[in-house]
Structure formats: structure tokens, C-alpha cells
């Protein structure tokens, strides 16, 4: 059984949101290189909520991309692109946890 559990599946261009059961309160992602964080190229990481998402620019289908900041398991500080939808869905996850 694993330990995450599905929060929120992916608009295109998005990651899917976990809860993490080893870490209660913490946001896990996963992109598309697995089917849950422990699963992907990058491994583990969590929305670093202590800095706000940020525009970048908007690609060629003219939808916006935002850097995400993350933190991985040992705490070092990474960030990721991602979807509006993404940064939505993790800012309403946060407003009523």
C-alpha cells in the first residue's frame, strides 16, 4: 500500500497533487515520468510553501507557466514549471486544509 494519496489529477501541463501519510499536511507532486512521487525521475518533492508561485511565460499555445517551488525530503530547495490550474488547485488545498 502505498503512502500517498491522490489529491488532484493534472489539467494538461499540470502535476498531480498527493498527501503524503509519512508527512501529514504536506503536498506531494508527481509528473508525468511517474504515477506517484516516490515513482518519478525527481523523486520525492513537496510544494515548498514558503514561497509564492511566480509567472514565467506562456507558451506556444499562449497558456500561462509558472515556477512552483519545491523542497525535496532533505530540505534543499528546487522548483518546477507547471500549469495555472496546478498552482490554483495547491492554493485552494492550502486555504482549506
Not at 504536506?26 to 513537496?46: E, F, K, N
Request: proline share 6%; glycine share 8%.
Amino acid at each position: 500500500m502505498s503512502r500517498f494519496t491522490l489529491i488532484e489529477w493534472p489539467e494538461r501541463g499540470g502535476h498531480k497533487l498527493f498527501w503524503d501519510e509519512d508527512k501529514p499536511g504536506r503536498i506531494a507532486i508527481a509528473d508525468l515520468s511517474g504515477g506517484q512521487p516516490d515513482t518519478t525521475d525527481d523523486g520525492v518533492l513537496y510544494v515548498d510553501e514558503t514561497e509564492e508561485a511566480e509567472f514565467l511565460f506562456c507558451n506556444t499555445y499562449g497558456e500561462p507557466r509558472w515556477r512552483l517551488p519545491l523542497v525535496t525530503p532533505s530540505g534543499r530547495k528546487v522548483s518546477t514549471v507547471t500549469s495555472i490550474q496546478t498552482v490554483q488547485r495547491i492554493k485552494r488545498i492550502i486555504a482549506y486544509r
